[in-house]
């Protein structure tokens, strides 16, 4: 009890003055790491886990956070998304967060981290064995839009009754001929537990089955902890006769071409007009830089790059990101 | 040939109050067992107890469980009572809002304990829901509706369909016919009585209604104030009554 | 070309200025400092300790400064501070009979052992702007009068004048073995005991808790309270170091505590007797603990064998939605960006569109 203060000076000499490395003292770390231990023996089960307050609010990240300020070391490198992208405000705010308090390195090449922070995406890169990914969640009770009582939610898990999870899917199918759930698609884990996979839409889905990179989730807020260990089987909930399907363009990348991955729809004007990107900015800056090229023109692409930030921007550590052209 | 299910000595109290009081009988498949009592005579209490619902203060309830035989329901884990009761068993309630879920289409009502037991194909799924809602006599052009919008009568209708798609061996009704019209009411008794008698049914009805009781039973069971006071065959029961308080009961009503 | 927005670093640099600009508002007028907010702003400061969890005047007074006066951000920021701090053990239950009063109402009794004691309130001001404090040279020194005689040391709770008769419920704790819950460390858990149920309120906010009160008042719920005591005043914190052996007091903080007493008809367990309900709070917070009481007793029909049929007896949606943190994060956080689910639900849309669009045709040949 009396050993955090010695904690409390930064002694890596690197992190935030007055906070211990990542932030969180080291028995909260201790005690989130049980919970995690615990989420990975048995997958997908909801852990609940004495959350603290993070100084960033509720809803924004702050299980993710949690759990990564939990496992991060000195030697990690992180990668932090929030839709995908690299740099949408929250995920450069999350990144700056831990630069600031673990002074960790950081990047945004997927192959290159070891511990992947993310909201509502899967990159689109590989991930694999060693690597980590760890999602924010917001929601952890698949079950709740159907059952608000966390009492009759938790029975429901424990008795793997989920007769009432299908109903809804059946209900989707009936009303309007398919399954009308595009994003938080609730998926069945090790053929026990039901188990939201936070809102990345179900595009991503078939990722997190026989994943080889280890899959955490944290949700501040509700105070749970989940996991999905490496090459675990995860299936998304279907019917027989109506198969689950992942979402699909007619267009491809506008800026790399990329013809498999979840696209943007960047709005050009007011009368309609627009142009599909991908999500990933990595991977799309990546196969650009390897050559590839959507229908928008270099100097398009390029002014659309300026605009946004995206690519031919040093990451804020300073260090210019090696496949920038 | 063993029952299908065996009371012994069965009491509830809620506090001080002793809602119902060392009750015994057994119960055979395909038999129709009615309890009549006025308000307030502790049949729904019963009723609860026998279905896994309510835990009795005393007693024993055993039912002939596929594959072990009679088993004291209350030994069973809460999981295995859940299960019981949406498979072998089905539980009509008077008010439709507790026994449906209101918002879910009638094909979603039906389909329901199937997929809870592991369905997975749409389309049977929703051929079996047919069919259950043209044996309760109900309009094919409203599977997709939400009961919500349906009449009473055609509420409970969906409820016995609902009840009755993993073809249970065992159903519980507390007053099946409560709270509709008299013509809706016939008309409800007629579809009961034939898929009773079809299905080769066991059921446990409550109902302070002779006419029903008489309609649907085998046999009787009259209470009051918690106790069993006469039981026998429903036509012993209702045309020659022994207890006092049957008696007052029978001349009551009309007769039907 | 019009494109999406996506900000980086320096839009949330800039940001940070600009807000940190608006802050200190025009330049010619002098910077508030933290002296002023904790000596003239007591109250706020002592609601933003409350929900903050965090006994520290000084800390509550930067936070209001920090947050623009938005207590309930200065709340959270209070919260995050608190969460790094290292605990060095449990003091001893505060004992609020022992205060040194000094402002002791009760509406159940004329008088009362120690009397009534009205003590610094708003309760029987005139609202009526002051435009005194308007006026340049502001409110001056104001002096109130010393009283004839001093306060009565003697100061019973009204609950235990009751208890004497047997009227009111016993105050214990279901199980004293049990360490006391501590939601800062362990997750709520459902059915959540009254120690548990009592910290959430009493961290929970006040808009909310008094909302709530307020409906068990109108009908939603029927506890027919009376404010059996209402006191305001300072106690002392003792802690009993384990090298030590015995306690030592270690300072002094204000508190505000309500205790309520309800009606109950009793049960099959319970003869008909008086109830309590409790809330209690940091400094000067008299209508928080007021509705933190209310709520505590609507909250307790689980265990007194009551219908719960109204939302302050529900203890999963009171407990659920208390926390200002909890609530103002998760709403703001619509502010983030959801362009893949929205993406996800417009390609759905335009597919169910197309379908209905189709079985319309198909229809009309």
Not at chain 1, 302 to 324: K, M
Not at chain 2, 63 to 82: A, V
Not at chain 2, 193 to 219: C, K, M, P, S
Not at chain 3, 190 to 214: I, K, S, T, V
Request: proline content about 5%.
């Amino acid at each position: 009890m009396t050993t955090a203060s010695a904690e409390k000076t930064a002694e890596n000499g690197a992190g935030e003055e007055g906070y211990n490395f990542a932030y969180l003292d080291e028995q909260t770390k201790r005690m989130i790491r049980r919970c995690i231990l615990k989420a990975v023996a048995v997958p997908g089960y909801q852990v609940p886990f004495g959350g603290r307050e993070m100084p960033l609010p509720y809803g924004w990240g702050t299980g993710g956070m949690q759990v990564t300020a939990s496992i991060i070391g000195h030697d990690d490198t992180l990668k932090v998304i929030d839709q995908g992208a690299d740099d949408t405000t929250n995920a450069v705010n999350i990144r700056r967060f831990f630069a600031r308090t673990a002074a960790v390195d950081t990047t945004e090449v997927t192959a290159e981290a070891s511990i992947v922070q993310t909201r509502h995406r899967v990159p689109e890169d590989p991930m694999t064995e060693g690597q980590i990914l760890v999602y924010q969640v917001p929601q952890p009770e698949p079950l709740r839009k159907l059952e608000p009582r966390e009492i009759e939610c938790r029975k429901m898990h424990a008795y793997k009754e989920y007769g009432l999870m299908q109903v809804s899917l059946y209900e989707d199918i009936a009303r309007f001929g398919e399954i009308a759930t595009s994003y938080s698609y609730p998926v069945m884990v090790n053929d026990r537990y039901l188990m939201s996979p936070t809102p990345i839409p179900k595009f991503d889905n078939p990722k997190m089955h026989d994943f080889p990179a280890l899959q955490l989730f944290g949700a501040g807020r509700e105070k749970r902890i989940y996991a999905i260990p490496p090459f675990t089987k995860v299936k998304s909930l279907d019917f027989d006769d109506h198969p689950f399907e992942v979402q699909q363009w007619e267009e491809n990348c506008a800026l790399c071409g990329a013809e498999d991955t979840f696209l943007d729809e960047v709005i050009l004007d007011d009368r309609g007009g627009k142009m599909y990107v991908c999500s990933d900015s990595h991977y799309c800056a990546r196969r650009r830089a390897e050559g590839h090229r959507g229908t928008l023109s270099d100097s398009a692409a390029a002014a659309y790059a300026a605009a946004v930030g995206a690519a031919d921007r040093p990451s804020e550590d300073g260090e210019s990101a090696e496949w920038v052209t | 040939m063993s029952p299908l299910m065996r009371v012994h000595s069965l009491s509830h109290a809620f506090g001080n109050l002793l809602a119902c009081s060392d009750i015994s009988f057994e119960l055979h498949g395909g038999e129709v067992l009615g309890v009549v009592g006025e308000s307030g005579s502790g049949k729904t209490t019963l009723l609860n107890c026998l279905s896994a619902r309510l835990t009795p203060t005393n007693g024993i309830v055993e039912y002939d469980l596929r594959g072990r035989g009679l088993t004291d329901i209350y030994t069973l884990s809460e999981p295995e009572r859940r299960l019981l009761l949406r498979t072998d068993w089905g539980v009509v309630t008077q008010n439709p809002r507790d026994g449906l879920r209101m918002g879910v289409s009638a094909g979603g009502n039906v389909g329901e304990r199937l997929m809870a037991v592991g369905a997975r194909h749409y389309g049977e799924i929703r051929q079996e829901a047919e069919d259950w809602l043209s044996k309760v006599e109900m309009d094919l052009g409203r599977i997709d509706d939400a009961p919500k919008h349906f009449s009473g009568g055609m509420q409970q209708r969906l409820q016995i369909a609902r009840n009755l798609v993993t073809k249970p061996r065992l159903v519980f009704m507390d007053e099946p016919t409560g709270g509709l019209d008299v013509s809706v009411q016939a008309r409800l008794l007629d579809l009961l009585r034939g898929l009773v008698r079809e299905l080769n049914l066991a059921a446990i009805i409550v109902t302070h209604d002779l006419a029903v009781a008489r309609l649907l039973a085998d046999r009787l069971m009259v209470m009051k104030d918690g106790k069993v006071v006469e039981t026998g065959l429903t036509d012993q029961v209702l045309d020659d009554p022994h207890h006092p308080y049957t008696q007052l009961l029978v001349s009551s009503v009309l007769q039907v | 070309m019009y494109v999406a927005v996506k900000g980086g670093e320096e839009a949330i640099l800039n940001s940070h200025k600009l807000i940190a600009e608006e802050r200190r508002g025009d330049p010619a007028v002098p910077e508030l400092t933290l002296t002023q907010i904790k000596e003239q702003m007591q109250i706020a400061v002592d609601r933003v300790m409350t929900e903050g969890s965090l006994y520290d005047r000084d800390l509550a007074a930067l936070a209001i400064k920090q947050a623009q006066g938005d207590l309930v951000e200065a709340i959270f920021l209070l919260r995050a501070y608190r969460t790094t701090l290292t605990r060095f053990g449990e003091t001893l239950p505060i004992d609020t009979a022992k205060m040194a009063v000094r402002r002791r109402i009760s509406a159940a009794y004329k008088d009362l052992p120690g009397g009534q004691v009205l003590g610094p309130s708003y309760d029987y001001t005139h609202r009526l702007l002051d435009f005194a404090l308007a006026a340049e040279e502001g409110a001056g020194e104001p002096q109130a009068e010393e009283a004839a005689e001093t306060v009565a040391e003697a100061m019973p709770r009204v609950t235990e004048i009751l208890n004497h008769e047997g009227l009111i419920e016993e105050e214990i704790a279901l199980n004293d073995e049990e360490p006391v819950a501590d939601l800062t460390r362990e997750p709520m858990e459902f059915p959540a005991d009254r120690d548990m149920r009592l910290q959430n309120l009493a961290r929970g906010d006040e808009g909310f808790l008094l909302a709530l009160g307020y409906s068990t008042q109108r009908g939603f719920g029927g506890n027919h309270p009376f404010a059996g005591e209402i006191r305001l005043g300072e106690v002392a914190v003792e802690f009993a170091p384990e090298e030590l052996g015995f306690a030592i007091e270690i300072g002094e903080i204000t508190v505000s505590e309500c205790q309520m007493i309800n009606q109950f008809a009793g049960s099959a367990e319970r003869p008909p007797q008086f109830t309590r309900g409790y809330g209690l709070a940091f400094g000067h917070c008299e209508r928080k603990t007021m509705a933190m009481a209310l709520v505590d007793r609507a909250l307790r029909a689980r265990e007194l064998d009551e219908v719960i049929e109204y939302p302050a007896q529900d203890e999963e949606f009171v407990l659920y939605h208390s926390d200002n943190v909890e609530a103002s994060g998760f709403v703001q956080h619509l502010k983030l960006p959801h362009y893949v689910d929205f993406q996800s639900e417009l390609q759905l849309i335009r597919s169910l569109r197309r379908r209905h669009t189709e079985e319309t045709l198909e229809a009309a040949e």
